[in-house]
């Protein structure tokens, strides 16, 4: 049974440009969460998927973030014209939602640099 | 709200000592869960324990052992006998029935485990 996996690992990017991040998660998870972690912090909550179905956002996920996962199974986070404070390691985790007794399994992060 | 706290940031032991890292969680919710994740320097983050808010019973595994009181609002985690690969950033998480589906991390303790 594979565990969460994210591409690319580690990507490093200007200033303005666009980058998109890709998350596979544990087959049959119903949920996908997407995490942003700063150096020294943990790990802060930006969206999570049911299905196909967004549910929520938090005020840390600014207009230049977009999040999707078509078909229910991977998704994609990208952002728009990238600032230096983007730089963080994504997380994305996924879960087999049983009512709300689960648990988030995370994978080994992409990790921005936006210089 | 829901908080929590991590006070110890950094701990460091040598090996084969016993060690406990504090976790102290605020929530005005009923029900609520408790989560323990290990990072290690790879970065992903290891699930090792959840631990439901109606069930204050103590866990051990291994070497890893938990302590829910929720008089004190705390969930303590204690490895007996350190070994250098525990050597890692430990965060405590909480989700909540009304806190949608996220976690809400502390900021982590890093523990080292000298030889």
């Known amino acids: 049974d594979t565990g969460v996996s994210q591409d690319p690992r580690h990507k490093i990017t200007k200033r303005g440009q666009n980058v998109t991040f890709r998350c596979d998660p544990i087959?049959?998870?119903?949920?996908l969460y997407w995490y942003r972690q700063t150096l020294g912090q943990g790990p802060e909550f930006l969206t999570y998927?049911?299905?196909?179905?967004?549910?929520?956002k938090s005020r840390l996920l600014s207009d230049r973030f977009s999040a999707e996962r078509p078909k229910g199974s991977f998704s994609t986070l990208e952002i728009q014209r990238t600032e230096q404070g983007d730089s963080a390691m994504y997380l994305c985790?996924?879960?087999?939602?049983?009512?709300?007794?689960?648990?988030?399994?995370f994978g080994p992060g992409t990790r921005l640099l936006v210089l | 709200a829901q908080k929590v706290t991590q006070a110890q940031t950094e701990i460091s032991v040598v090996e084969k000592e016993d060690v406990t890292l504090d976790c102290v969680y605020e929530?005005?919710?009923?029900?609520?869960?408790l989560f323990w994740y290990k990072q290690p320097p790879s970065g992903e983050l290891v699930f090792l324990i959840r631990?439901?808010?109606?069930?204050?019973q103590n866990e051990i595994s291994g070497r890893y052992s938990w302590n829910f009181q929720k008089s004190t609002s705390s969930f303590n985690f204690t490895i007996t006998a350190s070994q250098v690969v525990d050597s890692a950033v430990y965060f405590c998480a909480l989700k909540t029935d009304t806190g949608f589906q996220k976690l809400v991390f502390g900021t982590g303790t890093r523990l080292l485990v000298s030889p």
């Open positions: 087959s049959e998870h119903n949920r």
């Open positions: 631990r439901n808010s109606f069930d204050e």
């Open positions: 998927f049911q299905n196909e179905a967004q549910l929520e």
């Open positions: 929530t005005r919710d009923t029900t609520y869960y």
């Open positions: 985790a996924s879960s087999l939602a049983r009512g709300n007794q689960e648990t988030q399994y």
